[in-house]
């Protein structure tokens, strides 16, 4: 009996040295690193859907606003909420790049929304719709440092996964190379529009013939 019991312990010894020598416990690691980095960025996406429908209420009280600019901004939120942004997400690349363009296209609506509402001077003043933006713009921030510990974090996994002799331990557990943000499709779509506010120019006057001369 006692050797049983010695020879299970020495089984348990090395099985523990060989999955730690082979990159499991970094796995493990690794990857609740990764959805507590994930969990950040679903909670200030979120935060900032939160602030949506009160913009949306507040620059509805405008006269005259560009319905095209709110509808779109209506739209890309309830685009970017149909998608069910779970933990698994992270293990599904075409899942992942659908909630990255759904994002991208609200930053996109919300930047054009900021930048119409420059030629409201009601909006410009009104109190409310001010510290609604400033808080849009803190949520902003907020998303751009989560993503990027996101991507820090999602690096620093895959390179394990990649890596030999760990891919071996990646193939054997199932411990797939997850997605990451792309920076340049979500730069093009969420760029903020040009538009100009100059009025334009009122048409030259013609010049005033002169008189003719008086006959004598």
């Keep these: 009996m006692r050797r049983s019991r010695s020879i299970f312990a020495a089984l348990a010894l090395g099985l523990t040295v060989l999955l730690s020598g082979c990159g499991y416990n970094d796995f493990q690691k690794l990857d609740e690193v990764v959805k507590g980095s994930w969990a950040e960025v679903l909670n200030q996406y979120q935060r900032r859907s939160d602030l949506i429908p009160n913009i949306v209420a ?4 405008e006269a005259g606003f560009e ?27 075409e899942a ?20 119409v509402s420059e030629q409201y ?15 849009l713009e ?17 690096q620093q996994y895959n390179v394990l ?3 030999f002799p ?35 120019a009122a048409p030259a006057m013609p010049a005033p013939t002169a008189a003719p001369a008086a006959s004598r």
């Design 67 to 93: 319905q095209d600019t709110l509808t779109k901004v209506i739209q890309a939120r309830a685009s970017a909420t149909s998608i069910q942004a779970t933990p698994e997400l992270i293990n599904n690349p």
């Design 58 to 61: 507040t620059v509805k009280g």
């Design 121 to 135: 001077p009601n909006l410009k003043a009104n109190a409310a719709f001010q510290d609604l933006r400033v808080q």
């Design 166 to 200: 760990t891919n071996l331990t990646a193939m054997v557990f199932s411990y797939g190379v997850k997605p990451s943000f792309t920076v340049t499709n979500e730069a093009e779509i969420s760029a903020p529009p040009k538009i100009s506010f100059d009025k334009p």
């Design 138 to 154: 803190g949520t902003e921030n907020r998303i751009t440092v989560a993503r990027n510990r996101y991507i820090q974090s999602v």
């Design 96 to 115: 992942f790049k659908k909630f990255q363009e759904a994002q991208g296209q609200l930053t996109g609506a919300l930047s054009r929304l900021m930048v």
């Design 161 to 163: 996964a990649r890596s």
